[in-house]
């Protein structure tokens, strides 16, 4: 059970140590973790509502928050949230009024400090400086992120979950693989599979990154390639996962299509051997970038230093991509709890490429990968 009221107060004991007079929190990830109000899945164009940079939290340092909506996404999306003041806007309603009015209840006045989501509305803080001219603005993400960054025993049990979805979309893929498949295929593929198997929406864009001498895939022509069929040899390379509960996976194997020669296995058992130092190297009190250093390493020493094209890895778990990051320079200290990729690839653009990819959580005596299965190397003959 997702502990939201603990988070609340956990955040409003951050403002206060911080000095942040009023957190406002938009529909956002951000708003999801402290609320449970889960985000709708994304579209290309934007759907908007009158008054909608006001959709949000507005969270003081102590006693209850206060949340406002359009009146179309209270009645039809969101609704009352338990603990929470529940403010309406009128479709005809001025979001600007019901922002002051709403800062007049909570005593925001003056020379406060203000903190809002990262990725809020340019309206939103437009009218904030307009209706607080002497506050002082900061982005959430201070006050947020280290929160975030460790996951607790509930959160973990989600993301397993989110794991175990994302593994058996996988393996319903493969017994459907056939020689002249498209990517487009696969990718819808995939996607259906996630669903069916329980996800709400996949976690980011499902991408494959196919190489082969008869496949001139260079990661600049993916959309040109789509419907271009797969003719063996070639190598597949999935890069998918699902989301469940708000939280995010991300997930990646490799496939041969055709008899894989002697370089191809040698280079598909190091991208397995560097991942496997890059999760060992997930313990307390280790760094980002040692990790990241350890599994790359591996592969250096096999020849294929610079077809490590990326970073080892990121942050996860209501985002996608979540700071700290495994890559050189990041010199962040391991704690218990965090999550992460571990991703290593060796890709060699008209010639072959081959990644895994799991979410591992650190541990004291290193990694514990969140998924573990289909390590072989799986062969369409």
Request: hydrophobic share 45%; proline share 5%.
């Amino acid at each position: 059970m997702l502990d939201h009221q603990g988070r609340l107060l956990r955040v409003q004991q951050a403002m206060a140590a911080a000095h942040i007079d009023l957190l406002f929190l938009n529909a956002s990830a951000n708003l999801h973790y402290l609320t449970g109000i889960a985000r709708e899945e994304p579209n290309y164009g934007n759907t908007m509502y009158p008054g909608e940079w006001l959709t949000g939290a507005w969270i003081p340092q102590a006693g209850a928050p206060v949340l406002t909506l359009p009146r179309m996404l209270a009645d039809f999306h969101l609704g009352a949230l338990p603990g929470y003041n529940t403010r309406v806007l009128a479709d005809a309603g001025d979001p600007a009024l019901l922002a002051a009015d709403v800062l007049r209840t909570l005593q925001i006045q003056g020379r406060v400090r203000v903190a809002v989501e990262d990725r809020a509305w340019a309206e939103l803080v437009i009218n904030l400086q307009r209706l607080l001219p002497e506050a002082a603005l900061s982005q959430a993400s201070a006050l947020l992120s280290p929160l975030r960054r460790i996951k607790d025993t509930a959160e973990i049990g989600v993301m397993r979950a989110a794991g175990a979805i994302t593994e058996a979309a996988y393996a319903a893929t493969l017994s459907r693989l056939r020689h002249g498949m498209t990517s487009l295929d696969l990718i819808t593929e995939v996607n259906y599979q996630l669903r069916k198997h329980g996800a709400r929406t996949h976690s980011f864009v499902t991408s494959f990154y196919n190489m082969g001498q008869a496949y001139p895939f260079d990661f600049t022509n993916r959309e040109e390639l789509l419907q271009t069929p797969l003719v063996a040899p070639v190598s597949v390379s999935y890069d998918f996962g699902a989301v469940y509960e708000g939280y995010c996976y991300d997930f990646g194997r490799a496939v041969f299509f055709g008899e894989p020669d002697a370089e191809y296995r040698r280079v598909y058992e190091l991208v397995m051997a560097s991942q496997a130092a890059g999760i060992a190297a997930l313990r307390v009190g280790g760094t980002c970038e040692a990790a990241d250093g350890a599994a790359r390493a591996i592969i250096a020493d096999g020849g294929y230093g610079p077809a490590f094209r990326h970073r080892l890895g990121h942050g996860i778990g209501l985002d996608v991509h979540e700071a700290p990051f495994l890559t050189a320079g990041d010199r962040t200290l391991l704690q218990e709890g965090m999550c992460f990729t571990v991703e290593p690839s060796i890709f060699v653009p008209h010639q072959l490429g081959a990644r895994v990819e799991d979410v591992v959580v650190v541990r004291a005596g290193g990694g514990e990968p969140l998924t573990a299965g289909y390590q072989a190397l799986a062969v369409i003959a």
